[in-house]
């Protein structure tokens, strides 16, 4: 009998959690719809910010997924230099044009790391927000980095840099065909971990390569579901929270072996330390450092070395400057290898006697580097543009509204780094790559080192060409504006061919 009742039971079960599940996914339609009707049949009122219609998680949704696309389109089809949509239940406004820049960069009570929350699946309840603590752990953030960034600090990490760049291109061989997009970003995370950790940490290849993944893990884990339902027990979830604990235990393990060594060194964990940090707070300080400068540093210098390999007359002139650099700060008739005498040359002359590199690195990345930046409204509402801002609400700026605008740089989607160079030619128009007002990039001359080091070498050793993935030489690349990771060529995947030319 018992036998013949567990079919029903199952049966039962079965249509009870169908039902359930049913009513879970119609309410949770039916909350979106609501939310959204707003939009879908209300008008606009001058006065106000326009909003966007049509349902908020769909709007929400491209722009998280097309961020670059979703902001250029509805500005274009909106003819306003303001527009709201919703994040769920948070308002955000888009800007664009001179004066709703300039109080994007300078409003005191904007506030960047609130503002970023939104891209963390997650966002502040403004009441509960003290601006004066927020501003304050930014600037301790600054300071520190500052502090390990020292001259003197870089200056004697050089010849170990330039170790570790060398060692990763003798991986390469002799000559074969490499991706940018992999290759250069592991020399930019080798050099960003060992100026931002410890040598144990740095010269452990198998660990750097699992920190590495761990980063791009979390990287990518800001997926839109991941984003828009931060508590959906999905797979960016998972491997949010997965990444993150690994790197929190990784970097647990390095400091915890440097408090307990006998001899202190002069490592940057080693200088927390004797700060007084405690270990979590120096496993987020490095976390942050590691993070802020991978991403972006790396990216830059895959795409130098793309465009030159395109664009000979430019790799000619920086080949030049890099060798005229060597015969003036180094011995010519020395028989040691490239990388220990660019590694003798002061940084004063890497900061100052390069203009070709720094226009080519400027270039970049105006093309390249039109970041989506994010402030929260923590002060009073005000006015901008003749419309209001409530408190609480986001607002989001492409880099993109100057650095891609005719208004400003003429023919903006061509690699020309001799447009910084022409009098009264895009000389004195708005540069906001580095940060600018009340958010400048403290990392800038580090990161600026850092590209010019991996191409000073690339260039010293190889003959290089951009090539498809049959080997034939490949047209420059368009940006995928839409890709917020890593800002890969659009179409077919892009390679750099080399041949060695010296050791």
């Given at each position: 009998m018992l036998n013949d009742t567990l079919p029903l039971r199952s049966e039962s079960y079965s249509s009870w959690m169908t039902f359930h599940?049913?009513?879970?996914?119609?309410?949770?339609?039916?909350?979106?719809?609501?939310?959204?009707?707003?939009?879908?049949?209300?008008?606009?009122?001058?006065?106000?910010?326009?909003?966007?219609?049509?349902?908020?998680?769909?709007?929400?949704w491209t722009f998280f997924n097309k961020r670059y696309d979703f902001l250029r389109l509805n500005f274009e089809k909106t003819g306003h230099n303001l527009f709201a949509f919703k994040v769920m239940q948070h308002k955000v406004i888009a800007i664009s044009g001179d004066e709703a820049r300039k109080i994007f960069f300078n409003d005191s009570g904007l506030n960047s790391t609130e503002g970023n929350r939104l891209l963390r699946g997650g966002v502040p309840v403004v009441n509960d927000v003290k601006p004066d603590v927020e501003e304050s752990n930014l600037t301790q953030f600054n300071k520190l980095l500052l502090k390990i960034l020292q001259r003197e600090r870089v200056k004697e990490a050089m010849p170990t840099l330039f170790n570790d760049i060398h060692e990763r291109m003798e991986d390469w061989g002799s000559e074969g065909k490499m991706s940018p997009f992999k290759d250069i970003y592991e020399l930019v995370f080798q050099m960003i971990v060992r100026m931002a950790s410890c040598q144990e940490l740095a010269s452990n290849p198998a660990m750097i390569r699992k920190m590495s993944d761990l980063y791009w893990k979390l990287e990518k884990s800001a997926t839109p579901v991941g984003l828009l339902f931060p508590w959906f027990p999905g797979t960016a979830k998972k491997n949010k929270e997965n990444a993150i604990n690994g790197l929190y235990e990784m970097l647990s393990h390095y400091v915890h072996l440097?408090?307990?060594?006998?001899?202190?060194?002069?490592?940057?964990?080693?200088v927390l330390i004797a700060d007084g940090m405690d270990n979590s707070s120096i496993v987020q300080f490095v976390i942050g450092v590691i993070f802020a400068g991978f991403i972006n540093t790396g990216m830059v210098s895959s795409w130098v070395l793309v465009y030159l390999g395109t664009t000979d007359a430019w790799k000619d002139r920086a080949t030049a400057e890099v060798q005229s650099l060597i015969a003036a700060h180094t011995n010519t008739a020395s028989s040691e290898p490239i990388h220990r005498r660019l590694s003798a040359i002061p940084i004063s002359a890497w900061e100052d006697e390069m203009p070709v590199a720094e226009s080519i690195i400027r270039e970049t990345l105006r093309i390249v580097g039109n970041a989506t930046l994010f402030r929260c409204n923590l002060s009073d509402d005000f006015r901008v543009c003749g419309k209001t801002v409530d408190k609480g609400a986001f607002m989001t700026y492409n880099l993109g509204d100057v650095h891609l605008n005719e208004r400003f740089y003429s023919n903006p989607l061509k690699f020309d780094p001799g447009r910084f160079n022409v009098a009264g030619e895009d000389m004195n128009a708005p540069f906001l790559a580095w940060g600018v007002g009340r958010h400048p990039c403290p990392g800038m001359k580090i990161a600026k080192l850092e590209i010019k080091m991996i191409l000073a070498l690339v260039l010293c050793r190889y003959d290089y060409k951009l090539v498809d993935g049959s080997g034939k030489p490949a047209k420059p690349p368009q940006v995928n504006m839409n890709d917020n990771h890593q800002r890969r060529p659009l179409g077919e995947p892009c390679f750099i061919q080399y041949r060695k030319i010296a050791e």
């Open positions: 599940y049913t009513q879970a996914v119609l309410s949770s339609l039916l909350i979106c719809l609501g939310i959204s009707y707003v939009y879908l049949f209300t008008g606009n009122d001058a006065a106000e910010i326009h909003t966007l219609r049509g349902f908020s998680i769909v709007n929400a440097r408090r307990e060594a006998e001899v202190p060194s002069l490592d940057v964990i080693d």
